[in-house]
């Protein structure tokens, strides 16, 4: 399994952006995707996660900013992020667990500055 994430770049805050992961594979995916992320200098937090029947979970600092959602004919979980922070700045991961497994995405840097 293969997770490939994109769509991180700069934005100025106040601003949004849009996070995709695709996960490739000969497999089902049906297992939780969900998004952490990593600042420089600081351990990899957890964001958001959604599983294949749709419950999903946030951070508290994202609450009400952030939104999850997938794709399970595409294989794709999604990370829609308005209101973007400075503190919002660092690599986000995106990852999928399948059974014991848990599967990571290479990262796609956000930097959230004027």
């Known amino acids: 399994v293969q997770l490939q994430a994109s769509g991180g770049g700069l934005v100025q805050p106040g601003g949004s952006l849009r996070l995709s992961c695709a996960a490739s594979g000969s497999i089902s995916v049906n297992g939780p995707m969900g998004w952490y992320r990593q600042a420089p200098g600081k351990q990899r937090d957890f964001v958001a996660v959604?599983?294949?029947?749709?419950?999903?979970s946030y951070q508290d600092s994202v609450k009400g900013r952030f939104t999850i959602s997938r794709d399970n004919a595409k294989n794709t979980v999604y990370l829609q992020m308005n209101s973007l922070k400075p503190e919002d700045t660092a690599v986000y991961y995106c990852?999928?667990?399948?059974?014991?497994?848990?599967?990571w995405g290479q990262g796609t840097l956000v930097t959230v500055s004027s």
């Open positions: 990852d999928l667990i399948l059974g014991p497994r848990t599967y």
């Open positions: 959604i599983t294949s029947g749709g419950r999903i």
